[in-house]
């Protein structure tokens, strides 16, 4: 692939030229005028990282202000500060050309895309690194381009978050949305109400140095960092140590379990609103950006309707259910945001008809609609809906999700009014170690379609483009692809993992909410350290095999004995074999790790079952070889059973883990046996019980 072709997000336009630009130690980096510290900063980063990947000593490794020589290698120019706020200028053009770079933007923030795109076209030949010569215009089509990260279910050190801020500078991203308190901890230290973080927590929180820190860390690399606190629901640390703001009597302790709770503050208290006032005014203080979040979702209203002393306020006030009550609540809360020169963001349930829509953001996570809902409504929005990456979905579902498709039913006017999305980490079952992973690379691909044109977003070359950007995502420190191999060799208790590496690769965790479900004992103390926590989100190895399986089905002929006659076809009937061959003794390989290895007991008929399916691949391609030589097949029904009962028995969640590939090899069997047998295929079996398998 060419280096061209790797850059992600894609830019507006790219026009190649001729020549490289090679990277030798003379390699200079030039600021024109006067920098400020991103440029400064940003520019030091760049060359660090360019020194780092190519091995070369540069002899300025920071980069030169003026007076500046008329050679720097590459040149950049911005004409002012960003303002780091929503809407502001990020553009950036590059120029290459065999001697020289420009890098030109109307501010640093655009500076500081720039660097990314141009760390993304290095490249090397026989005669070592150099930038391919190139044009690049680049513009973001969004303005909000954000990742929440869920630090109170599972407090994420500041390391973890400096990482994944670096990682989202890589591709661009500009909002850290911090979810900061949640029924399970509230983890930004309260000066005003220290009950807050003492109570809400057992330890871990951020200090407001610490909190200052990311903030600066943020800005440097030109992402605003978004503080949400939610209310009035999910507010279980809350009142541990202000009993005085809940809704019911109590007693409350601490929340450590996940799903949906009946904590709610009482919004029917004018000290509540005091207390919420002085609060804001606090955190307004210490956090810069424009933007708070206020939460605002799944509040089931149970308390409110409990209490009578609030069914007298709903009753005075004309607010004939909770939903009405909630959004008396979230007026008051805008007046008082308002007051202190902030603006509101609400998940999509505080939508309301009678809350000021310029100055409040709807972030849409239960449904689409709910965007389209709020922009006919005049409220700007931003979509999660599709983005959530606890959920283990696949880059692709994530990467097609626009957040203006189907949108043609608002006006342009009220298009403009979306301003973009979040990719979404939820930490319920998610750990500093593991939390990498679950964000990238699948985090990059939604950044690409917040940022590129609609029309670049194809899925063609997208997990090429992915694979390269996973790899540099690593010099960043993230651990993404190292805690894999890491996990495995603490699950095996030994430095053995290739046939746990084997089996891992095929398998995902359950999709959506499948293990809140399977596993309810779950608490924020629960272990993430199982396969289903080393188990990829999206099994690469699986949808390679998927892709050879295609590949070799579609080299079929119509009349299928015709299709031994090709290259291709041998090659892939061969790769296939291999595979098949490997996954079939994996489980004889793994057997005895697992002997030793009580965490991996929950996975051992997954390993079975592998073995199983993989042996029944063979078997067809067997009786597939022997047909193409019209030798007798002896194949009858009772063998379509058992080869049925097998693959359904293998789909089947073992420790929250899926055994991902099953689909890729029943296809290929069911395609064959079709093949083989056309009309004397029975019909297909309902049995589906792993003892029918056995
Ligand atoms: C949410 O996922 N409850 C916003």
Known sequence: MKVLDHLLPKPVTVTPRSGVLRITPTFTLGLKGDPGKRTLTGASRFLARLAGRTGIFLANPKPLVAPLPNDCSLVVRYQRPGNLALNEDESYQIEIGSNQAFLHAETDLGVLRGFETILQLLTADENGPFFPAVDITDEPRFPWRGLLMDCARHFQPLEVIKRNLDGMAAVKLNVLHWHLTDDQAFRVESKVFPRLHQDGTDGEYYTQEQIREIIAYADLRGIRVVPEFDLPGHTSSWVLGYPELASAPGPYHPETGFGVKDTVVNPAREE??????????????????????????????????????????????????????????????????????????????????????????????????????????????????????????????????????????????EQQLILGGEAAMWTEFISPETIDARIWPRAAAIAERLWSPAAHCTLEGLDDRLAMVSLRLEELGLTHIKNYPMMLRRLCGSMEIDALKTLVDLCEPVK???????????????????????????????????????????????????????????NLHRAIKAQLSLWQQN??????????????????????????????????????????????????????????????????????????????????????WQMMMGDQSPPPSNATTEEEAI
């Open 272 to 413: 509540t609103y005091a207390f919420l006032e002085a609060f804001f005014q606090e955190m307004a203080a210490l956090f810069p950006d424009t933007y708070i979040h206020i939460g605002g979702d799944e509040n089931n209203g149970k308390q409110w309707l409990a209490n009578p002393e609030i069914q007298g306020f709903m009753r005075a006030n004309n607010l004939s259910d909770p939903h009405s009550l909630q959004a008396y609540f979230n007026r008051r809360l805008h007046a008082i945001l308002t007051k202190l020169n902030k603006k509101m963001v609400g998940w999509d349930e505080i939508l309301d008809p009678d809350l000021p829509a310029s100055t409040i953001v709807i972030q849409a996570w239960r449904n689409k609609e709910s965007l389209w809902q709020a922009a006919k409504m005049g409220y700007k929005g931003i979509l999660s809906h599709g983005y959530y990456l606890d959920l283990m979905q696949p880059t692709a579902l994530h990467y097609q999700n626009d957040p203006l498709a189907e949108a043609d039913q608002l006006t342009a006017e």
């Open 587 to 672: 489980h004889a390989a793994l057997e005895p790790v697992i002997q030793s290895a009580p965490l991996l007991t929950e996975i051992q008929s997954l390993s079975a079952d592998l073995a199983r399916i993989a042996g029944l691949g063979l078997d067809l391609l067997t009786f597939w070889d022997k047909w193409q030589n019209n030798e007798p097949l002896n194949l009858d029904s009772a063998f379509y059973q058992k080869q049925k009962t097998a693959f359904a028995a293998a789909a089947k969640p073992r420790g929250q883990v899926e055994l991902v590939v099953t689909g890729a090899i029943a296809e290929l069997v069911e395609a064959l």
């Open 512 to 570: 959506n909410y499948e293990r809140t479900i399977q596993c309810p004992e779950a608490t924020i103390y629960s272990p993430l350290t199982r396969v289903v926590d080393a188990a990829p989100a999206e099994a690469q190895t699986a949808r390679k095999f998927h892709k050879l399986v295609r590949a070799f089905l579609s080299t079929l002929e119509p009349d299928p004995k015709a299709s031994a006659m090709s290259d291709k076809y041998e």
